[in-house]
């Protein structure tokens, strides 16, 4: 879904183990020598976000940066096979908050026991048809080396300008991005679209639910057109009144 000039959704659809089909939502943002996606799908979804990416009209082969917003499954599951894929020729980047996570030198903050039992229960319950494709959601993701970190702030020259935002809690170094030219924010899991309605942070999938809900005060600082959620898809309105209300509880 094409967002504004240089700059849209890849949206994929993905199964889950619940064995219920959703969609996320990828973002590529391209300029005359950058083609750079955000976040990196589910174990097994390299097929889906290269003829994504081709549809889009860029060659796979010339995307030479990936954004990491955090290190769930869902966001870095086929980012090995991306690099695989390109030959070692894209540059990784992520908050300095989530390099142990991405590289593997910690597990995953939410693969606490209870996660992982409750995780095996679910994929145990669902139709052996369905397991081999789902078999990945109970293994850590294979860990990627991160080449650039990203400051709170720090402005990539890119596509008129992308700015990263820290944005802790629902991971310790999630990251939003802004674009500015399209004024569009790119909220990772910080924000989620439910039945056309800009949601929080899903308590369910956020340690820090406090610390998640204040670091929504940041976004203030930005003139806020569009929101594109990983969970959702694409959110217009009048964005900034929806998140103060959001970061104050309401």
């Known amino acids: ?27 590529l ?15 097994g979804q390299l097929p889906q976000i290269r003829d994504a990416v081709e549809q889009a009209g860029v060659p796979f082969s ?20 991306i690099r695989r894929e390109t030959v070692g ?3 990784v980047l992520a908050h300095a908050g989530e390099v142990p996570y991405i590289q593997g030198e910690l597990p995953p903050v939410k693969q606490t026991p209870e996660r ?15 397991k081999p494709r789902l ?27 992308i700015v990263a935002i820290h944005t802790p809690g629902h991971s310790p170094g999630h990251l939003c991005l802004y674009h500015k030219r399209s004024r569009s924010l790119i909220s990772g899991d ?26 929504l005060k940041k976004l203030a600082a930005y003139d806020i057109e569009t929101v594109i959620c990983y969970h959702g898809g694409v959110y217009r309105g009048n964005a900034n009144r929806r998140i103060a209300e959001l970061a104050d509880g309401r």
């Open 1 to 27: 879904m094409k967002i504004s000039d240089g700059i849209e959704t890849l949206e994929l659809r993905s199964l889950n183990l619940t064995g219920s089909w959703s969609v996320i939502n990828p973002v």
């Open 62 to 81: 010339d995307v030479n940066k990936v954004i990491i917003t955090h290190h769930d499954l869902d966001h870095i599951g086929s980012l090995a096979d």
């Open 190 to 215: 910080a924000l989620n679209v439910s039945d056309g309605l800009l949601a929080g942070p899903n308590p369910v999938y956020t340690p820090d639910l406090a610390t998640a809900l204040a670091s």
């Open 29 to 43: 943002i391209r300029d005359n020598d950058t083609f750079l996606l955000v976040d990196a799908g589910y174990p």
């Open 116 to 130: 992982l039992a409750q995780r095996e229960a679910q994929f145990n319950a669902l139709p052996e048809e369905l």
């Open 89 to 91: 020729c894209i540059e």
């Open 135 to 161: 078999k990945a959601f109970l293994s850590p993701p294979v860990p990627v080396a991160v080449d650039r970190t990203l400051a709170d702030g720090e402005e990539l020259p890119h596509a008129g300008g």
